[in-house]
């Protein structure tokens, strides 16, 4: 199982001051965030892109995935190419956050990329709706 899984943070989102509503607290894992239940973890993938958009100006794959998925730490062009193979969204295509239909399919890829096997439709769907927008 990987670290992800484990943790119920499908996007291995690291430790910060940022508190995510069902992140388990304190996390038992040293770099990484715990939530309560994957839907949870997909909710706060959906926020943290959101919040790329919104507070940075983030509207493409390129720039979010960048960002989230930076050189230093990962293969990012390669992320970036997956998530565009796997969903249809051009690299450089401005996209709306809180379009269902765009991010359910965005975070899916990119919870595989992070942890190897598909994600369950219904858990990125329940942790869109578990966002609000």
């Known amino acids: 199982m990987s670290r992800g899984i484990a943790n119920r943070n499908p996007g291995n989102i690291r430790r910060s001051r940022v508190r995510y509503r069902g992140e388990v607290r304190p996390s038992r894992d040293p770099d990484f965030k715990q939530f309560e239940s994957m839907e949870w973890g997909y909710r706060a993938m959906f926020v943290l892109l959101d919040t790329y958009r919104l507070r940075y ?52 890829a990119m919870s595989q990329i992070e942890n190897g096997v598909r994600a369950a439709r219904s858990e990125v769907e329940r942790g869109f709706d578990l966002a609000g927008f």
């Open 57 to 108: 100006g983030l509207d493409t794959l390129r720039r979010m995935i960048s960002r989230y998925a930076p050189p230093e730490e990962n293969h990012t062009a390669l992320y970036i190419d997956a998530v565009c193979d796997m969903t249809g969204v051009g690299a450089d295509e401005p996209i709306d956050t809180r379009d269902r239909a765009t991010m359910v399919p965005v975070v899916a």
